[in-house]
């Protein structure tokens, strides 16, 4: 069961944000096609897990943990319906918590927008895309199932089509069977 999970009542701001989540300050790095996966941990639990696109390094495990997240995320590169399943501590405001919670029950090949995320949540879709983008826990949090808007060939409205971020996003809906071609 994957309800391992720590949320914290502490603001989680953004310089907390981008401090723990540096590749200088993860405790492990996955090597993957589309950039390196960032692990760090603290007091026996997972605290940031960050895609770097375009950043194609590795660094070997500083403990059990995370070498069990490298693992677990090696095991969901090979089969995309596999679910990370490792204690985390989810800090942040209530009310991304809250979305992220949902992010959570979105199943492996499928989207939501961030308007049918909004409405289910009574939310603005510009909540839903904070709470997106400060994510502390990448694929643990599938914040890439969420998109601006669907069209006839899937995922569009999502900003710059070369820029790195969104070639992540689309390799990961493509892994995950959502997108083709």
Partial sequence: MRKKYNFSLKVFSE??????LIPDRCSAIVRTSFGSVGIAVE???ITAIRIFPDLFVEKKATDALSAEAVRQIRGYLDHP???LDLPVTMPGREIHRR???ELMSIPCGEIR???ELGNLLHLSPGVICRACEENPLSLYIPSHRVIAITGPRGPVGEGDPSS???RMKR???KHEGFLYG
């Fill in 15 to 20: 310089k907390m944000h981008m401090s723990a």
């Fill in 43 to 45: 007091h026996e639990t």
């Fill in 81 to 83: 319906g596999a679910c």
């Fill in 99 to 101: 979305v992220w919670r």
């Fill in 113 to 115: 927008t961030y308007g």
């Fill in 164 to 166: 790195a971020r969104l």
């Fill in 171 to 173: 390799w990961l809906l």
